[in-house]
Every structure is written in C-alpha cells, then in structure tokens.
C-alpha cells in the first residue's frame, strides 16, 4: 500500500505544479507532509531525504544575486557595453551575451529582472518592440544557468547528487565538462540570434550609465566563487559547499546591515522563499518514490526499452527532457529522473552516467526555452511584457524559442556523445 500511496502523491504533487504553479511551494510541502502522516516516511527518512548541501548553496547564492541587484553592477555592465555598439541589432545581441554572463553565476530570474529595464530603455529609444529582446534575454539566462555549479537550481542538484564540485563543471575526470557543452550550444544559437536581431540596423544613441552603489556584492561574488574552486580542488565533491555558500550569505546580510543600513526583514522578504521551500517538498516526496521501490522499476523499464544501446537511451533521456520541460518544471521532473539516469548508465559503464546526467541536464534546463510557460525567467519575462502593454501570445514565443532551443541542445547533444561517448 506504501508504495501505491508514494506514487499517488507524487502524482498529485506534480499536477499541483503544472494546473497551480504559484502554489507549487504548497504542493510540494503538502505531500511531503502527508507522507509523513500516512507513515510512508519517517520523520529520520524524510530529513535525510533532503539534500542539505543543495539547499545550502541554493540559498546562499540566493543572497549573493539579491546584493549584487542592490548593488547595480549588472546593469552599470550593460549600460557601458549597450554604449558602445554601432547598431540597435548589435546592442541587442550584446545585451544577450551580457545576460548569459550574468547567468552563469546569478539565478536566472533575479538576472531577466536586472536586465530587463536597459532592454526596455533601449526599445524605447530606438522605437523598437521588446517582445523580441525579452524573450531573448529569458532564454539565454535559461541557458547560461546550465553552465556552473552555483548558476541555476537544475544544476546546484545534479552537483549535489553526482557529488561534483565547482570546478568539475568545467572538466570532470580529465575531460571538458558541462560548461563547454553548453557553450558550443550558446555559440550556435547566437546565430540563431543574429539571424533574428540582422534586421535591426538603425544607430544606437547614448544610453544613460547608471552608477554602482558598491562594487562590494561582486568581490564577494568573486571571492565565493574563488573558495568554491579551491575546496573542489582540496576536498572532492561538493560536500563543503552549502556551508561555504551559507557562510558568505549571511556576511553578505550583515553587510548590507551595517554598511548600506539596509533592513534586513525587508531584504530576507525580497528573496525567492517560494523556491526555497519548495526544493526541500520535492526532495521528501521524490525521496517517497525511492523508499518504496519506485526509482528502481523506473529504471528496470527504461533498461528494457532501451537495451544496450546507449545511443538510444541518450537521445530518448535527452529529448525526453526538451519535450518534458518545455511544459512542467524541470526541478521535480530532474530530482526524480537523476537516479533513474543514475542506475541505467551504472550498467554501461561510468562514462556512460555521465553522458547520460549530462544529457539530461542539457535536456531538461534548455527544453524550458520553447514555451513561455516552461521556465520561471520566460514567465517574468512574458509578466514585465504585458505590464509595459505588450502582451505577447504563445506561438509569438515559441517562434522564437524553438528553433534557439533545437540548435542549442542539438550541438551541445553532439558535443557531449563525442566527449563522453
């Protein structure tokens, strides 16, 4: 009866997700709860079902993203590099580059925030509609989150779950690492991009810059991601990195006390609590599903339809996940799928897991790309667009989305079966 009782649960939960996603929080705390009260978990299993390290480093860099908002820095970036491009088309492109920058150490909806005033300024000036520039700046923070350890939730619990580090995201056991997948994947669709963003020609007047309140939150931002790097390098893993993270959060709470005389009750409300409860749900309830056999004949039956053709099993987890996430929320979907892909690539050989994570990864943060409704950035992208007047539909964004999101994970797919095949 456990068992069944898990998986209903979990069902629920997910349709909660998908028909409520503001309430997704809610869902996911509320079935954990009741696998509590139905005595499918312990409260010892339960705990132990979270995975501490995840939390530590999702919430630490939750901090270190809202400081370097107040700080301005990102934007005082983008207003200098949008100065100095010669067309509106080039500056828009630029500003995209600057997003992916951003991303890659920022969460991916605190970076469409920052970026999207200098994009709609620019629309503004050169009497250009947004929605294209918008929607760009949505799907490459998508993209670029993918690309470090500390860029996006996805990838903050793979590392916790293959027990990598900072630095193993940029090559792990010898060989080029996610990063570089994702990067082949960014390059290409930049063309994609360009192809989009040619038409725009007209000169690009001089944008207002913006000065930085303090240039402390990026030291400390750089600082964070220097000590990441080391203790990879000294202590394997990613055992040490929620403390590290946690660490760096609250001296950056305590600065902005003493040295901004901010208020603190005011800046912990800013912070995206609704992920941070919703992360440790998900992991009670997933852990539900492993407690009671579920993950395993998960495997079994993937195992059966794929055999031993990795080839096949790669293509079907990754386009799987594009298919999956252009819809539902990738952060359920990949803490459930991880130790199936775990089980499945442990029979063809260790090289073969991490083909298989690292496909599932790519899969599953850039299959957001495709639908407004598919990642949390698209969605406050599509909100800021209707507030300013222009609502946008949903085939005017996967026009755009599908072609940016095929070429992406086609040529980081192509890449990864190379490197780790």
């Known amino acids: 009866m456990e068992k069944y009782v898990s998986l209903a649960v979990f069902i629920g939960c997910y349709i909660g997700f ?3 996603p503001t309430w997704r929080a809610y869902c996911a705390c509320g079935g954990a709860t009741l696998l509590l009260l139905l005595g499918v978990l312990t409260p010892h299993e339960a705990f132990w079902s979270i995975n501490w390290n995840v939390m530590g480093i999702f919430v630490g860099t939750l901090v270190m993203a809202e400081l370097l908002m107040i700080s301005r820095m990102p934007v ?3 207003e200098s590099l949008v100065s100095r491009a010669r067309s509106t088309g ?4 630029i500003l995209c580059v600057l997003t992916s920058f951003i991303s890659a150490f920022m969460e991916n909806v605190a970076t469409v925030l920052v970026v999207a005033p200098v994009a709609f300024a620019i629309a503004r000036r050169l009497n250009v509609p947004p929605t294209l520039l918008l929607i760009s700046i949505a799907m490459c923070s998508n993209l670029q989150g993918t690309a470090t350890m500390i860029g996006d939730s996805p990838s903050i619990i793979l590392a916790g779950y293959m027990g990598m580090g900072f630095d193993d995201f940029f090559f792990y056991h010898g060989k080029p690492s996610i990063f570089f ?3 082949v994947g960014a390059l290409t669709s930049f063309l994609v991009l360009y192809f989009l963003f040619r038409k725009y020609n007209q000169a690009v007047e001089p944008v207002e810059i913006e000065e930085v309140v303090s240039w402390v939150p ?3 931002l750089a600082l964070l991601i220097t000590c990441l790097a080391v203790a990879s390098l000294i202590i394997p893993g990613v055992r040490i990195a929620g403390i590290i993270c946690i660490t760096f959060g609250i001296f950056g709470i305590v600065w902005y006390e003493f040295a901004l005389d901010g208020e603190v009750r005011k800046f912990l409300k800013a912070l995206d609590w609704d992920t941070a409860l919703f992360l440790p749900g998900v992991f009670v309830v997933v852990g539900g599903l492993t407690h009671t056999g579920w993950i395993t004949h998960a495997s ?8 031993e053709d990795l080839l096949k099993t790669f293509l079907l987890i990754v386009w799987l996940s594009v298919i999956l996430s252009a819809f539902v929320d990738n952060v359920p979907y990949l803490v459930a799928i991880i130790p199936v892909v775990q089980y499945v690539g442990e029979d063809m050989g260790h090289s073969s897991v991490v083909l298989l994570v ?3 990864l790519v899969g599953s943060c850039l299959g957001g790309n495709i639908t407004p409704v598919g ?6 992208a599509i909100g800021l667009l209707h507030k300013s007047g222009t609502p946008v539909s949903f085939m005017e964004f996967v026009k755009v989305g599908l072609p940016f999101t095929v070429v992406a994970v086609g040529t980081a797919s192509v890449f990864l079966w190379l490197v780790w095949a």
């Open 18 to 20: 998908i028909a409520i």
């Open 76 to 78: 005082f970036l983008a």
């Open 90 to 93: 080039e500056a828009m492109l």
């Open 181 to 183: 997948a994702v990067e």
């Open 218 to 220: 990026t030291w400390m």
């Open 300 to 307: 079994h039956l993937l195992e059966g339809f794929c055999g």
């Open 358 to 360: 690292f496909g599932l």
């Open 375 to 380: 990642a949390s950035a698209n969605i406050v």
